[in-house]
């Protein structure tokens, strides 16, 4: 039986004061629950059940059928939110069982992995993952016993001096033997304060059966930490973006500055690419080597070639290749495929196009809905007219075209190989090979006009 992983996700975030579930809450642009559901995949869980709450269907929507879900309705504590789950539990007897929190957003596939190592030699029937924090503060600390297993957890306020003293704290995340977990769920009781049904309980039914409970301390303190309150979001922010610089720059990759710079857990950066300050690279992007990017780059899951330099400019969901350069203030719109040694300018917009390899568009031109050929020269102003108000077209555009200032090129059109249109011109109809076309009114020149007109 394969082993399997709860997600606790039914958290609406009141303090946090938004509108919006919790655990979808984005840290360097990823939301905090697939984070999680990220590392659980990494460590080799595959089967995951999130137990959802009042937001439900934008969990749903954001997560996708990947999980199972099972539905808390009322907030009754960790311990009652597993309880949603015992279908799916049922499901793995004989094997073991991750439960995380979906706000802690940090906890890696290796701690998960190490944690369920000492679990399974220490044949334990619940495994805490802890950790060491110089100020333990308001958390659950570990009380072990003097063979260093795990004798309880107690809370900050039900906390003795000398319990109050140890600084290794639950962090919200256990490995249990599933058939152990199933025993005590109905067994928890809620005769507590807040009438709450606490996980945490199962720790000492498991040691009052005669089976063992240990603790698991994380090497990291930062992969335990939750996010409550938005400043301790921001505080998660920081602390995963450090790690994401420190991984890069062992790996060869420069940042001149980290002023306002955002790389997200899902990028990969190859070795002498140089970033500087107040660039943002979000989702599965990738990026070459010897590229580079900023100041005020944006690349947004899409994919960069070698040696390609991006200036203040945007680009989504696109493939680009290598020696491009980008910018400055260029926006690639998402589904462009952009070949090698392209160039494009200064406030050049290209939307759902490809760009044969070698092209120039230099500057204040619209590219959309176009399939363009190698080395062709867009002047400036040039605007493909893709849209009638009701239907878009596109535009076809051969190798060796040269399209000179102000052309617009009314769609469905196509222009041959080593075309020439004339500054000025709108296109409506196709060009043939070698062929120059010019489309504008011949220019009239009226003597004196001005004299005789102008009024005083």
Known sequence: MENCAIVLAAGD???????????????????????VLSAAKKAGIADCCLIIGRNHEDVRRQVGDE??????????????????????LERH?????????????????????????????????????????????????????EQGG??????????????????????????????ALLDALPRIKNDNVKGEYYLTDVVELALQHGRRAGAFAAKDSVEILGANTLQQLLSLQRAAQERIFEQHMKNGVML????????????????????????????????????????????????????TTVVSS??????????????????IRPDCLIAEKVKIGNFVEIKNSKLGAGTSVAHLTYIGDADVGEGCNFGCGVVTTNYDGRQKYRTTVGDKVFIGCNVNLVAPVTLEDNAYIAAGSTITDNVPKDAFAIARARQVIKDNWVLTNKEE
Not at 123 to 136: C, K, M, R
């Open 150 to 179: 795990l004798s309880h957890i107690v809370e900050e306020k039900d906390a003795t001096e000398e319990e109050r003293a140890i600084n290794e704290i639950n962090s919200s995340a256990y490995w249990f033997e599933v058939d």
């Open 256 to 307: 001149t500055s980290t002023d306002g710079v955002l790389i997200g857990p899902d990028c990969s950066i190859g070795a002498g690419t140089v970033i500087h300050a107040g660039t943002r690279l979000t989702g599965r992007s990738y990026i070459g080597e010897e590229c580079v990017l900023g100041p005020a780059a944006v690349v947004e899951d899409s994919v960069l070639g070698d040696g």
């Open 67 to 88: 999980v199972e879900y099972a539905m808390q309705t009322e907030r009754l504590g960790t311990g009652h939110a597993v309880m949603q789950a015992t279908g799916f």
């Open 93 to 145: 007897r004989g094997a073991h069982c991750l439960v995380l929190a979906g706000d802690c957003p940090l906890i890696s596939s290796e701690t998960m992995k190490a944690a369920y190592q000492q679990h399974v030699d220490e044949q334990n029937a619940v495994t805490v993952i802890s950790a060491h924090l110089e100020n333990p503060f308001g958390y659950g600390r570990i009380v072990r016993d």
């Open 13 to 35: 975030g009141t303090r946090m004061k938004v509108p919006t579930a919790k655990v979808l809450l984005p840290v360097l642009g990823k939301t905090m629950v697939e984070w």
């Open 314 to 331: 945007q680009i989504e969901r696109s493939v680009v290749g290598t020696g491009v350069r980008i910018g400055p203030y260029a926006h």
